[in-house]
T-cell receptor, first 115, second 115 residues
Framework: GAGVSQSPSNKVTEKGKDVELRCDPISGHTALYWYRQSLGQGLEFLIYFQGNSAPDKSGLPSDRFSAERTGGSVSTLTIQRTQQEDSAVYLC?????????????FGDGTRLSIL | AQTVTQSQPEMSVQEAETVTLSCTYDTSENNYYLFWYKQPPSRQMILVIRQEAYKQQNATENRFSVNFQKAAKSFSLKISDSQLGDTAMYFCAFRDVSGNTPLVFGKGTRLSVIA
Protein backbone atom coordinates (compact mmCIF):
# COMPACT_ATOMS: atom_id res chain seq x y z
CA GLY A 1 0.00 0.00 0.00
CA ALA A 2 1.03 3.64 -0.30
CA GLY A 3 3.26 5.00 2.39
CA VAL A 4 3.93 8.56 3.51
CA SER A 5 4.85 10.64 0.50
CA GLN A 6 6.97 13.78 0.66
CA SER A 7 7.79 16.27 -2.05
CA PRO A 8 10.09 17.49 -3.32
CA SER A 9 12.73 14.90 -2.61
CA ASN A 10 15.44 17.53 -2.81
CA LYS A 11 15.23 21.31 -2.78
CA VAL A 12 18.03 23.79 -3.34
CA THR A 13 17.28 27.44 -2.85
CA GLU A 14 18.97 30.72 -2.15
CA LYS A 15 19.16 32.27 1.28
CA GLY A 16 16.21 34.54 1.92
CA LYS A 17 13.75 32.66 -0.28
CA ASP A 18 10.61 30.98 1.03
CA VAL A 19 10.14 27.22 0.63
CA GLU A 20 7.18 24.88 0.95
CA LEU A 21 7.56 21.21 1.75
CA ARG A 22 4.66 18.83 1.27
CA CYS A 23 3.62 15.69 3.10
CA ASP A 24 0.90 13.22 2.09
CA PRO A 25 0.24 10.92 5.04
CA ILE A 26 -1.06 7.40 4.83
CA SER A 27 -4.78 7.43 4.18
CA GLY A 28 -6.75 7.24 7.40
CA HIS A 29 -3.91 8.32 9.64
CA THR A 30 -5.09 11.08 11.92
CA ALA A 31 -1.75 12.03 13.46
CA LEU A 32 0.96 13.79 11.43
CA TYR A 33 4.41 14.86 12.57
CA TRP A 34 7.22 16.97 11.14
CA TYR A 35 10.83 16.43 12.20
CA ARG A 36 14.11 17.98 11.15
CA GLN A 37 17.31 16.02 10.85
CA SER A 38 20.48 18.05 10.61
CA LEU A 39 23.73 16.47 9.45
CA GLY A 40 25.00 13.99 12.04
CA GLN A 41 22.11 14.69 14.38
CA GLY A 42 19.04 12.86 15.53
CA LEU A 43 15.54 13.93 14.69
CA GLU A 44 14.31 17.20 16.10
CA PHE A 45 10.57 17.52 16.58
CA LEU A 46 8.97 20.49 14.85
CA ILE A 47 5.19 20.21 14.89
CA TYR A 48 2.45 17.65 15.49
CA PHE A 49 -1.13 17.52 14.18
CA GLN A 50 -3.75 15.26 15.71
CA GLY A 51 -7.15 15.18 14.07
CA ASN A 52 -8.97 18.48 14.40
CA SER A 53 -7.13 19.53 17.54
CA ALA A 54 -4.89 22.55 17.63
CA PRO A 55 -1.40 21.51 16.52
CA ASP A 56 1.50 21.23 18.93
CA LYS A 57 3.92 23.84 17.60
CA SER A 58 6.31 23.69 20.51
CA GLY A 59 9.20 22.45 18.39
CA LEU A 60 9.19 25.13 15.73
CA PRO A 61 12.58 26.87 15.99
CA SER A 62 11.44 30.34 14.97
CA ASP A 63 8.48 32.30 13.64
CA ARG A 64 9.85 31.77 10.14
CA PHE A 65 8.54 28.22 10.36
CA SER A 66 4.86 27.40 10.01
CA ALA A 67 2.79 24.41 9.01
CA GLU A 68 -0.77 23.67 8.14
CA ARG A 69 -2.79 20.59 7.51
CA THR A 70 -5.74 20.93 5.18
CA GLY A 71 -8.77 18.69 5.51
CA GLY A 72 -7.00 16.51 8.01
CA SER A 73 -4.79 15.05 5.32
CA VAL A 74 -2.03 16.79 3.37
CA SER A 75 0.35 19.00 5.30
CA THR A 76 2.63 21.79 4.16
CA LEU A 77 5.65 23.03 6.09
CA THR A 78 6.65 26.55 5.12
CA ILE A 79 9.96 28.19 5.89
CA GLN A 80 10.11 31.90 5.20
CA ARG A 81 13.28 33.89 4.57
CA THR A 82 15.42 30.77 4.64
CA GLN A 83 18.79 30.80 6.38
CA GLN A 84 21.76 28.50 5.86
CA GLU A 85 21.15 26.84 9.22
CA ASP A 86 17.79 25.66 7.86
CA SER A 87 19.66 23.19 5.65
CA ALA A 88 18.60 19.73 6.77
CA VAL A 89 16.44 16.76 5.91
CA TYR A 90 12.82 17.38 6.83
CA LEU A 91 10.96 14.20 7.66
CA CYS A 92 7.23 13.72 7.90
CA UNK A 93 5.54 10.84 9.71
CA UNK A 94 1.98 9.75 10.28
CA UNK A 95 0.31 7.32 12.61
CA UNK A 96 -3.11 5.77 12.82
CA UNK A 97 -4.10 7.79 15.88
CA UNK A 98 -2.65 9.59 18.82
CA UNK A 99 -2.00 6.37 20.76
CA UNK A 100 1.66 6.45 21.69
CA UNK A 101 2.17 2.82 20.86
CA UNK A 102 1.02 3.27 17.29
CA UNK A 103 4.12 3.23 15.12
CA UNK A 104 4.96 6.34 13.20
CA UNK A 105 5.42 5.71 9.51
CA PHE A 106 7.98 7.98 7.94
CA GLY A 107 8.38 9.38 4.48
CA ASP A 108 11.70 9.55 2.66
CA GLY A 109 12.16 13.18 3.62
CA THR A 110 13.00 16.36 1.76
CA ARG A 111 16.65 17.34 1.69
CA LEU A 112 16.74 21.13 1.85
CA SER A 113 19.93 22.94 0.93
CA ILE A 114 20.21 26.69 1.40
CA LEU A 115 22.94 28.34 -0.65
CA ALA B 1 11.81 16.91 29.78
CA GLN B 2 12.78 13.53 28.49
CA THR B 3 16.17 12.94 26.94
CA VAL B 4 17.61 10.01 25.05
CA THR B 5 21.33 9.33 24.85
CA GLN B 6 23.14 7.06 22.44
CA SER B 7 26.79 7.01 23.45
CA GLN B 8 28.16 5.16 20.42
CA PRO B 9 28.29 7.39 17.33
CA GLU B 10 29.65 4.57 15.17
CA MET B 11 29.99 0.82 15.40
CA SER B 12 30.97 -2.00 13.10
CA VAL B 13 30.37 -5.72 13.16
CA GLN B 14 31.35 -8.65 11.03
CA GLU B 15 28.64 -10.32 9.02
CA ALA B 16 26.91 -13.12 10.99
CA GLU B 17 28.18 -11.76 14.31
CA THR B 18 26.17 -10.15 17.09
CA VAL B 19 26.26 -6.48 18.00
CA THR B 20 24.65 -4.47 20.79
CA LEU B 21 23.74 -0.81 20.50
CA SER B 22 23.36 1.20 23.69
CA CYS B 23 20.64 3.64 24.67
CA THR B 24 19.88 5.37 27.93
CA TYR B 25 17.09 7.79 28.67
CA ASP B 26 15.93 10.11 31.37
CA THR B 27 12.34 10.56 32.44
CA SER B 28 10.24 11.04 35.53
CA GLU B 29 7.39 9.08 34.00
CA ASN B 30 6.64 5.57 35.18
CA ASN B 31 4.92 4.38 32.04
CA TYR B 32 6.12 5.05 28.53
CA TYR B 33 7.17 3.43 25.29
CA LEU B 34 10.61 2.92 23.80
CA PHE B 35 11.47 2.33 20.16
CA TRP B 36 14.38 1.53 17.92
CA TYR B 37 14.25 2.91 14.39
CA LYS B 38 16.56 2.08 11.51
CA GLN B 39 17.45 4.63 8.84
CA PRO B 40 19.23 3.17 5.80
CA PRO B 41 20.82 5.44 3.19
CA SER B 42 17.42 5.76 1.54
CA ARG B 43 16.55 8.07 4.48
CA GLN B 44 13.28 6.37 5.35
CA MET B 45 12.93 5.64 9.06
CA ILE B 46 11.81 2.09 9.70
CA LEU B 47 10.51 0.83 13.02
CA VAL B 48 12.63 -2.08 14.20
CA ILE B 49 11.21 -2.91 17.60
CA ARG B 50 9.22 -1.35 20.44
CA GLN B 51 8.89 -1.94 24.16
CA GLU B 52 6.18 -0.98 26.62
CA ALA B 53 7.69 0.07 29.93
CA TYR B 54 5.12 -1.78 32.00
CA LYS B 55 6.10 -5.08 30.41
CA GLN B 56 9.03 -6.78 32.04
CA GLN B 57 9.57 -9.19 29.18
CA ASN B 58 12.06 -7.95 26.63
CA ALA B 59 10.67 -7.47 23.14
CA THR B 60 12.01 -9.55 20.27
CA GLU B 61 11.52 -9.35 16.51
CA ASN B 62 13.34 -12.11 14.65
CA ARG B 63 17.06 -11.24 14.83
CA PHE B 64 16.41 -8.10 16.87
CA SER B 65 15.94 -8.07 20.61
CA VAL B 66 16.18 -5.54 23.39
CA ASN B 67 17.56 -5.53 26.89
CA PHE B 68 15.24 -3.26 28.81
CA GLN B 69 16.47 -2.31 32.26
CA LYS B 70 13.84 0.05 33.67
CA ALA B 71 15.60 0.88 36.91
CA ALA B 72 18.77 1.76 35.03
CA LYS B 73 16.79 3.53 32.29
CA SER B 74 18.62 1.51 29.70
CA PHE B 75 17.25 0.12 26.44
CA SER B 76 19.89 -1.60 24.33
CA LEU B 77 19.32 -3.26 20.96
CA LYS B 78 20.93 -6.57 20.09
CA ILE B 79 21.22 -7.63 16.47
CA SER B 80 22.04 -11.30 16.00
CA ASP B 81 23.44 -12.88 12.86
CA SER B 82 24.18 -9.44 11.39
CA GLN B 83 23.52 -9.02 7.68
CA LEU B 84 24.88 -6.52 5.19
CA GLY B 85 21.40 -5.03 4.92
CA ASP B 86 21.53 -4.08 8.58
CA THR B 87 24.00 -1.32 7.71
CA ALA B 88 22.21 1.88 8.69
CA MET B 89 21.77 4.58 11.33
CA TYR B 90 19.91 3.31 14.36
CA PHE B 91 17.91 5.68 16.51
CA CYS B 92 16.54 5.03 19.96
CA ALA B 93 13.34 6.92 20.77
CA PHE B 94 11.07 7.57 23.74
CA ARG B 95 7.44 8.55 24.03
CA ASP B 96 5.18 8.93 27.03
CA VAL B 97 1.85 7.12 27.08
CA SER B 98 -0.29 10.21 26.85
CA GLY B 99 0.46 10.67 23.19
CA ASN B 100 0.56 14.39 23.73
CA THR B 101 4.26 14.56 23.12
CA PRO B 102 6.22 13.59 20.04
CA LEU B 103 8.91 10.96 19.86
CA VAL B 104 12.15 12.06 21.48
CA PHE B 105 15.12 10.67 19.57
CA GLY B 106 18.72 10.02 20.42
CA LYS B 107 21.43 11.21 18.04
CA GLY B 108 21.85 7.80 16.51
CA THR B 109 24.49 5.12 16.06
CA ARG B 110 25.91 4.44 12.62
CA LEU B 111 26.27 0.67 12.21
CA SER B 112 28.40 -0.84 9.49
CA VAL B 113 28.18 -4.55 8.79
CA ILE B 114 31.39 -5.80 7.20
CA ALA B 115 31.55 -8.78 4.89
Amino acid sequence: GAGVSQSPSNKVTEKGKDVELRCDPISGHTALYWYRQSLGQGLEFLIYFQGNSAPDKSGLPSDRFSAERTGGSVSTLTIQRTQQEDSAVYLCASSLKWDSLQPQHFGDGTRLSIL
Amino acid sequence: AQTVTQSQPEMSVQEAETVTLSCTYDTSENNYYLFWYKQPPSRQMILVIRQEAYKQQNATENRFSVNFQKAAKSFSLKISDSQLGDTAMYFCAFRDVSGNTPLVFGKGTRLSVIA
